[in-house]
């Protein structure tokens, strides 16, 4: 078995941050909730290191989480971040106190003392920048642990017990503003650990391919393609790992942007011969959606025709008895509730969730270990051509989310235009790789212009382009003002209808990156 690293989520907002790290080092690594572990399964899981991440509860107040006590009596290093570095002292016979002064941000730490979590990387007397978040801090250690690194307002910024390869942090090496924290991360995981860091996509593409062929043995495979990413990615992977067994089905709602259902088509037909049925259902589609204005009718009623399409496809297909999907590992980790209670739905998204049991089909999900840059890593892996492992994410509902309001097969053909301008000039400025998304909204608005000695009464757009490292939050991209007067112009003078150009500057939260 691939060496492992378990991470045992408290409920922090960057646990994963600390599993890409861990990965990035070469070393694989799983994250489980502190309430869904016991001992069985912490033993089963058999980890060469364990990472206890930060959380928002306080050591101090009873009830709060803990990991099963057996983690400490593995002869397994830990790592303890944050609240994690709380819990450990708490469970190890230390001490720990809501802090007089709480530290958010920016702070410096002294090293005091050297540690292998350091080698080479920090030495005794260094000062080095960290990020911090915690209002509690440690106050006595447990037995056999001492001080490696002192802040001014965490005396125990950073702890050790080289000898049981215990270790505490105050501050959080996986975000980037612990400059360092990547290779503290990396030490704790080769150089404590042991881990032999050979977790490379190469090898993962071998095992990923073995897997599927166990799974499906001489079983048919249904793959939902949509031009995106991540099912482009598990069909190529499929096809390389079944051949003709898979059976690819491209349900075209008509929202995809400009070309890109013929793109689909010649990409996976012709250039990957892989057998692919292209359904043009655009007709259904606009008819059913006809007068639809409000954002979550409008979902649901494209997840509902797209599964009833789906299934019709499928069954002409016969005898498939699996249906790949790209799910990815974010979808999978479960979260850690505190409350308890659902979460409120922000949008209904599109997903084949259902079909699976409708159709008795069972699921190969051959990404579900990888994050989103892990997969564009495996797609580069298997050869596929940089524009389409490279493309921005792309939503289910496609461009009916973009154009508020009822659409139109001329609306939807207008915002085609407009989005294929703003697109071409982005990568002509070589920053398409430097955004996560780029895309243009119809709004539902007329406005008055003039053009030549003419007024003009058109149409208005907006432009929205976003950084993010998840679409979970996403700050909005400041492009020059002369790339936005650049394409407003060309929007303007090539594509008739429109007369105004905005640019969208609302951050997510308190916005999200689609309109709708
Ligand atoms: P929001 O608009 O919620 O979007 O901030 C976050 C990210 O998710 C994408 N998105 C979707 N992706 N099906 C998808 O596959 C959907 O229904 C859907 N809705 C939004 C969005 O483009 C952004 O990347």
Redo the contacts with the bound molecule.
């Keep these: 078995m691939t060496d492992r690293i378990l991470i045992v989520d408290f409920g922090s907002q960057v646990t994963q941050l600390i599993a890409r790290r861990v990965r990035e080092a070469g070393v694989y690594c799983e994250i489980h909730p502190f309430n869904a572990l016991d001992d069985a399964k912490l033993k089963a899981f058999d980890p060469k290191g364990i990472i206890l991440s930060g959380g928002p509860a306080s050591v101090t107040e009873i009830g709060t989480p803990r990991v099963p006590q057996i983690a400490f009596t593995q002869d397994v290093p830990v790592l303890g971040i944050c609240y994690g570095e709380q819990a450990m002292a708490a469970q190890l016979g230390g001490a720990v106190e809501s802090g007089h002064h709480r530290e958010f941000g920016r702070a410096e730490i002294e090293v005091k003392e050297p540690s292998a979590l350091f080698d080479g990387v920090w030495k005794p007397g260094d000062r080095k920048p960290v990020w911090m978040s915690h209002g509690d801090r440690v106050t006595k250690l447990p037995p056999g642990f001492r001080v490696v690194a002192t802040s001014e307002n965490a005396p125990f910024a950073a702890v050790a017990d080289e000898a049981r390869r215990f270790y505490g942090v105050q501050f959080h090496p996986e975000v980037m503003h612990t400059p360092d924290g990547a290779k503290l991360l990396r030490n704790f995981a080769l150089n404590i650990a042991g881990c032999s860091g050979d977790w490379t996509m190469g090898a993962f593409k071998q095992r990923a391919i073995a897997e599927i062929r166990r799974q499906v043995g001489k079983g048919r495979v249904i793959c939902g393609l949509?031009g995106?990413v991540d099912s482009s990615v598990v069909a190529v992977l499929l096809h390389e790992a079944i051949g003709d067994q898979l059976q690819c089905v491209f349900v075209d709602h008509g929202l995809l942007r400009l070309g890109e259902a013929e793109q689909v088509v010649r990409m996976f037909r012709d250039h990957y011969n892989i057998p692919l049925i292209h359904r043009d259902a655009s007709d259904l589609f606009l008819k059913e959606l006809a007068g639809v204005i409000d954002p979550e009718q409008k979902?649901k009623t494209?997840?509902r025709l797209f599964i009833d399409v789906f299934e019709e496809e499928a069954k002409k297909v016969g005898d498939a008895a699996f249906l790949a999907q790209g799910t990815l590992y974010p979808d999978v980790i479960e979260s850690v509730s505190f409350t308890g209670g659902p979460s409120v739905t922000?949008?209904?998204?599109?997903?084949v969730g259902g079909l699976p049991a409708r159709m008795s089909l069972k699921l190969v999900e051959p990404l579900r270990e990888l994050f989103k840059d892990e997969v564009r890593v495996l797609g580069r892996e298997l050869g596929m051509p940089a524009d389409m492992v490279n493309r921005?994410?792309?939503?289910?509902?496609g461009l009916a989310?973009r154009i508020p309001g009822d659409i139109t097969r001329e609306k939807l053909d207008l915002l085609r235009q407009i989005d294929a301008v703003y697109l071409d000039e982005i990568r002509k400025s070589g920053l398409y790789d430097e955004v996560?998304?780029a895309?243009a909204v119809l709004l539902p608005v007329r406005t008055v212009g003039v053009m030549g000695d003419g007024r003009t009464y058109d149409q208005a757009c907006a432009l929205r382009a976003v950084t993010?490292t998840d679409?979970?939050t996403?700050d909005y991209y400041p492009f020059p003002h002369e790339f936005l007067g650049r394409v407003a112009t060309r929007i303007i003078n090539e594509v008739r209808g429109i007369n105004r150009v905005t640019y969208d500057i609302t951050s997510?939260p308190p916005?999200?990156?689609?309109?709708?």
């Excluded at 922000?346 to 997903?351: A, L, M, T, V």
């Excluded at 921005?392 to 509902?397: K, L, N, T, V």
């Excluded at 916005?511 to 709708?516: C, L, S």
């Design positions: 949509s995106g979902r494209i997840g922000i949008k209904s998204h599109h997903n921005h994410p792309f939503p289910g509902p989310i996560w998304q895309f993010s679409g979970m996403a997510k916005g999200t990156i689609e309109w709708e």
